[in-house]
């Protein structure tokens, strides 16, 4: 497996990817390469090979049917153009801590605000890759309540409601920490604490928990159990806080960002999916360069169903005007192919890793 290159796979800085993907050509051109690195595939029948149109989309040689490579994505039915969405694109990978709405939409001077919203919800919709890895080797797991806090309320009153979430964070010898996981659960029953590391934790990881109930019986699942009992720690002087220090470092990285980034404004509808995104960011804190991490994001937004704007709004009611959903379909009127000029054309693309 080759590892996508800086200035060849994908752009290296702000400046090259607006030199890169100056028009909506560029950027089907590139999400074509990404979708179909050897060349098209139809999605209908599977069949391999086809025709490009006038109108820049496919068709099948096989079923004779017609796609564009946007069609079945998240840039389906948009009516944003793709050099926008790119951008978008560019500002929640590459950030350190993302973007939010309300600056998306002041940044690249996007209509409204539910457009700048919608975009970045159809972006956190692709970020779980179906059949990632599990995480693997010394694994802490806790649950935590996780959301319903608002800045600036006295007394730090709740609003909203906390999500009960399950975390389980890799911890590194002799220090530090690898990748993350962080999803709602039920409840804290081990009927639903099982299930959660078995689909997140490798078999044979050591895991490391407190001495919650709920946590029983995972030796019996193939797991190293490692526990730790808050009343054993108090009894030694040592902080409780501190049996799981892996744990509280990214539930209070979590909670900061959810605060700071995106004010608190989070509805407990969407928590998950900011989650995700969090998620995603952590486990690539040491990528070696941003640029990287928007092409991944972009690599998964070509695998991914389309996310319609009215599945992101079902449950989105703390708006007091709803949003306005995009009317217009297809692509924006942007036909030419594009130049020879294009880097990503010049390889292969790597396999995703
Ligand atoms: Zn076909």
């Known amino acids: 497996m080759t590892t996508p290159r800086a200035g060849t796979h994908y752009p290296r800085s702000v400046g090259e990817l607006h030199a890169w993907f100056r028009t909506d050509a560029d950027c089907l051109d590139y999400l074509e390469w990404l979708r179909w690195p050897a060349g098209f595939v139809c999605s209908e029948c599977d069949h391999h090979g086809g025709w490009r149109l006038g109108d820049g989309r496919f ?12 069609a079945g994505t998240i840039f389906d039915r948009t009516r944003t153009p793709l050099t926008v969405w790119f951008s978008a694109c560019w500002l929640f990978a ?13 940044t690249l001077e996007i209509g409204s605000y539910q457009t700048a919203w919608a975009m970045l919800h159809r972006l956190r919709s692709v970020l779980v ?4 890895d599990r995480l693997a080797g010394v694994v802490e797991v806790d649950e935590t309540y996780i959301g319903g806090e608002e800045p600036g309320l ?22 530090g920490f690898g990748r993350c996981r ?3 659960l039920a409840d804290a029953s081990a009927a639903a604490l099982h299930p959660f590391v078995k689909d997140h934790v490798e078999p044979g990881a050591r895991i490391i928990t407190d001495g919650w109930q709920g946590y029983s019986g995972l030796d019996k699942l ?7 009992s808050q009343r054993a ?17 990214v539930v209070s990285l ?29 486990n690539r804190r040491h990528s070696r360069s941003r640029g990287m991490v928007f092409y991944r994001v972009l690599e998964l937004a070509v695998a991914h169903d389309p996310v319609r704007y009215r599945d992101i709004i079902a449950s989105h009611r703390s708006r007091a005007v709803p949003p306005t959903p995009p009317r217009a379909r297809g692509h924006p009127p942007s036909l030419e192919r594009p130049p020879a000029n294009r880097p990503w054309r010049s390889v292969d693309r790597p396999s995703s890793g």
């Not at 590459?94 to 002041?106: H, Q």
């Open 59 to 70: 068709m099948c040689s096989g079923c004779g049917g017609r796609a564009s490579v946007t």
């Open 94 to 106: 590459t950030g350190k801590d993302g973007i939010a709405a309300l600056s998306l939409k002041r």
């Open 129 to 132: 890759r179906p059949g990632r």
């Open 154 to 175: 006295s007394g730090g009153r709740a609003k909203g409601k906390k999500i009960l979430t399950g975390i389980a964070v890799e911890v590194r010898e002799p220090r």
């Open 182 to 184: 962080m999803l709602p």
């Open 222 to 228: 193939g797991y190293v159990h490692d526990r730790r």
């Open 233 to 249: 720690a108090r009894a030694s002087d040592e902080d409780p806080g501190k049996l799981l220090p892996a744990v509280h470092r």
């Open 254 to 282: 979590a909670k900061r960002w959810l605060l700071g980034t995106h004010q608190g404004a989070v509805d407990d509808a969407h928590l998950p999916s900011y989650l995700n995104e969090f998620v995603f960011r952590f």
